[in-house]
């Protein structure tokens, strides 16, 4: 009955567990294990075989590096092992540029090791004996980001363009400009606060700030405030002491100790409680940070780069964002412009988005016809470029022989009228049909914002308003605009 | 085979391992629980063994990493009486004089006795369940 894992074992039993979690049946992916003790070794193999994974078992870090073959994304690596530690076979693959994200196994009081695994590339760390649900979220997690990671390298090997420039080295004149942008901000270590309409893609703009900056060797640690729970977020970002509150088992470092000599990432900071605002101000002004429940002041050398769709100006005359902490995170502004104002982009983003489609299906090449190209330009894009990642992923459901025609895309929203018949009324009746009046007065002045390059004051002149009015409106219908003032390099 | 058909006498049966929890982690798989004791009788003589032969050549540094293996797998069992005394023999300062890690090893040496019967009779228990 008992098998013994010291040697190097396939394990390939699948589990009652298994479940599809959206995107890939577990059983369909194996998991890298190191442990030189061997009844961690099988603990882990028991879990991850419950949950449907396939194990590889190593009890080395120099026979992990051997192990790992392309069919690996994710590797739970013991920290102390004999002829190569945990932490010099992350070194070692992070050196070798590999996709596979490692997960740090560790013992209590060698947590220290754990965030220096971490800050070599380590995707997370667990302690032993670790909780099964707390080791497969992790997993499912890790897994999706190596994915992730993986579909995009060989993307941006196969159309041959260097990382980064995917979303936007396109034909508009707004993507040239927002690249020139952030080629210049990148070089700059200041904070910088990027703002947009969501699906606008300011967390790639943000990694491409950091890949592109002075600390592109450190960590890239990001953070969604309006993701985590209230009462996480604390913890999360600055971390606790263990004892510190119900649950706090071990001494734990934040998001903000851990992006340390790297960039931290706050996406959606408009989403930050008011009640947090003045520690993570603290944070910005001393570079200190203190975790819950422990006296100790920890000094982090981190830059910010923060990201939202709301109108912080806004929120700081209603209270409801420090002033403080907007202009410490607003050091430079970098302007996410609309898909709308960019549809010369369209084609290039559609070959990009289907270019990743057919990689992760694995399924021959997807085309898409030139009039449904131009429909596609036609369409106001209110969810940007992930709309537009929507709308190709259902077509490509949808269309014959890899082939995507005018009938297989599907928009559930109007599309927008070009110039002339907005002169003839004609399609822009049927464009707003089904439209509340709140709707077509919000869409009115988005794209009149827009049109003015974000001048409140031009665009209540075309809009027949009066300035205070703009205001007004744009406030109650939580509008983001373009800023017309303090815009530096961004300005589109 | 679950924890229930035991009669819930898991915690006051077994003194020196944390039955309630062992289980608890590994979802109410006793079978499982079973294999990881198999495995853990397996290699424990050799795990003090390597504690005992560092211990007699002076060689503080082999003391600490064997006595590190050993907690890991006491721990995985749910053995924290033992894991207890061997991270005391795992962080005695290596400039400190060598009877306190002589003392401490020898009590880690009677609760390991204790443990493995508990766990030997765990054993009969369940292969007779």
Redesign the interface.
Known sequence: ??S?PLARTDSTVKGEQAELQGEALAGQERILIAD?????L??LE?CLA?AGYTTVSVSNGQEALDALDADIQVALIDL?MPVMTGLECVQALRKQQRDVQVIVVS?EGQIKDAVSAMKAGAFEYVT??F??EELLVLVRQASRHARLNRNNRELLEAVGHSQTATDFATASPASVELLESIGKLSGIDSNILITGESGTGKSTIARMIHQRGPRSNGPFVAVNCAALPKDLIESELFGHAKGAFTGATNDRPGRVEIADGGTLFLDEIGDLPLELQPKLLTFLQDHTVQRIGCNKVNTVDVRVIAATHQDLRTMCQDKLFREDLFYRLNVLEIFAPPLRARVEDIPDLCANVLARISHRRQSNSFEIAPDAIELLGTHSWPGNIRELENVLERATAFCDDCRITVGDIRISESPRASDDDKASGLNQAISLAGQTLAELEKRAIQDTLTACNGNKAQSARELGISEKSIYNKIKRHSIMSPPATNRGASDQ | MSSRESGGSDSAEWGHFDLPAFLDRVQEDREFVFELVQMFLEICDSRMRDIRSALEEGDRSGTRDAAHKLKGSLKFIHATKAAKTVEQLEQIDPASRTELAIATFSKLETEIAHLCDELARFSVSAVDR
């Open positions: 009955m008992v013994h030189d003790d061997p009844i961690a099988r603990s028991h419950g102390y013992g032993k004996p909780d099964s």
